[in-house]
Nanobody, 127 residues
Framework: QVQLVESGGGLVQAGASLRLSCAAS????????MGWFRQAPGKEREFVAA????????RYADSVKGRFTISSDNAKNTVYLQMNSLKPEDTAVYYC????????????????????WGQGTQVTVSS
């Protein structure tokens, strides 16, 4: 079981940038998809971005394409989410998640396919 710890959230104004970090431990192989999801009050958890740990292939939600970038530092076992041009609608708790032995690219956006989750970090964007 992979353990995940997020950091980097905070309160910023619209247009600002933040970088979230997700430190992973207990990962036994490189065949993992690392994902970022978010959940705003009263809304369902939604997919934000994902990346395959070894291939570095990525996928983004349409709402964040061109503004957010997912990346990793394999030496540090850390995944990042660089968020630029933040908008008030980006306000949410952001969660890092890990999916082992991914079966298909379509499942990268499915929260139910991710077996390990971090505790979440709050991102608040004021207008």
């Amino acid at each position: 079981q992979v353990q995940l710890v997020e950091s980097g959230g905070g309160l910023v104004q619209a247009g600002a940038s933040l970088r979230l970090s997700c430190a992973a431990s207990g990962r036994a192989s490189s065949n993992y998809v690392m994902g970022w999801f978010r959940q705003a009050p009263g809304k369902e958890r939604e997919f934000v971005a994902a990346m395959h740990w070894s291939s570095r292939y990525t996928r983004y939600a349409d709402s964040v394409k061109g503004r957010f970038t997912i990346s990793s530092d394999n030496a540090k076992n850390t995944v990042y989410l660089q968020m630029n041009s933040l908008k008030p609608e980006d306000t949410a708790v952001y969660y890092c998640a890990a999916q082992s032995s991914p079966r298909s690219y379509n499942e990268w956006v499915m929260a139910a396919r991710f077996g390990s989750w971090g505790q979440g970090t709050q991102v608040t964007v004021s207008s």
